[in-house]
């Protein structure tokens, strides 16, 4: 199974700076006959489900304002929230769909 | 609007048995594959199954064997068959229409397990 690992477990910042997540996957989820990374980020707010932030390791989903960014490539991804907003308090989640088990990081909870 | 609404949670015994359901709407289930992901309280998210197009389904090896991914494409409805209940398969179980990537996700179920 790929494991994903995501750094840091909780995050505090404050409203208006910028907020990296880490996720690191234990083999690469690069399909060369595409070129995707076949990785995505979602947010969850308590009590609510996940909602799909980024897929394709740096495509915005529809609706998703842009100060949300997904890079990097391989092994190794970041999340980026460019000026945090009060509404972006959530747990963040890291998830690799390059092989089955779909697996998931263990999450990073935003805090302000 | 694409919705999925879960259903069929619920109270049960350890070796127990439950389905739930997820009935979709605003999209054709069978045009997608579609998952079952769950999340133990306080904890993070487990993919649990998934049921392709075509009809091929795959499995968390926590649950191989004891559970059952399905629809009806006439209810256009996702199913999961859930026996042989473990205190630790208690968890929130949503459902996701997936095209890889997770894109769309009902509100959850609550399944707890317990005697």
């Known amino acids: 199974d790929i494991v994903m690992t995501q750094s840091p477990d909780s995050l505090p910042v404050s409203l208006g700076e910028r907020a990296t997540i880490n996720c690191k996957s234990s083999q690469s989820v690069l399909y060369s006959s595409n070129n995707k990374n076949y990785l995505g980020w979602y947010q969850q707010k308590p009590g609510q489900p996940p909602k799909l932030l980024i897929y394709w390791a740096s495509t915005r989903e529809s609706g998703v304002p842009d100060r949300f960014s997904g890079s990097g490539s391989g092994t190794d991804f970041t999340l980026t929230i460019s000026s945090l907003q009060a509404e972006d308090v959530a747990v963040y989640y890291c998830?690799?769909?390059?092989?089955?088990?779909?697996?998931f990081g263990q999450g990073t909870k935003l805090e302000i | 609007e694409v919705q999925l609404v879960e259903s069929g949670g619920g109270l049960v015994q350890p070796g127990g048995s439950l389905r739930l359901s997820c009935a979709a709407s605003g999209f054709t289930v069978s045009d997608y594959y579609m998952s079952w992901v769950r999340q133990a309280p306080g904890k993070w998210l487990e993919w649990v199954s998934v049921?392709?197009?075509?009809?091929?389904?795959y499995y968390a090896d926590s649950v191989k064997g004891r559970f059952t991914i399905s629809r009806d494409n006439s209810k256009n409805t996702l199913y999961l068959q859930m026996n042989s209940l473990r205190a630790e398969d208690t968890a929130v179980y949503y459902c996701a229409r997936t095209r890889y990537y997770l894109d769309c996700w009902g509100q959850g179920t609550l399944v707890t397990v317990s005697s």
């Open positions: 049921i392709y197009s075509g009809g091929n389904t």
């Open positions: 998830q690799q769909y390059y092989d089955i088990p779909y697996t």
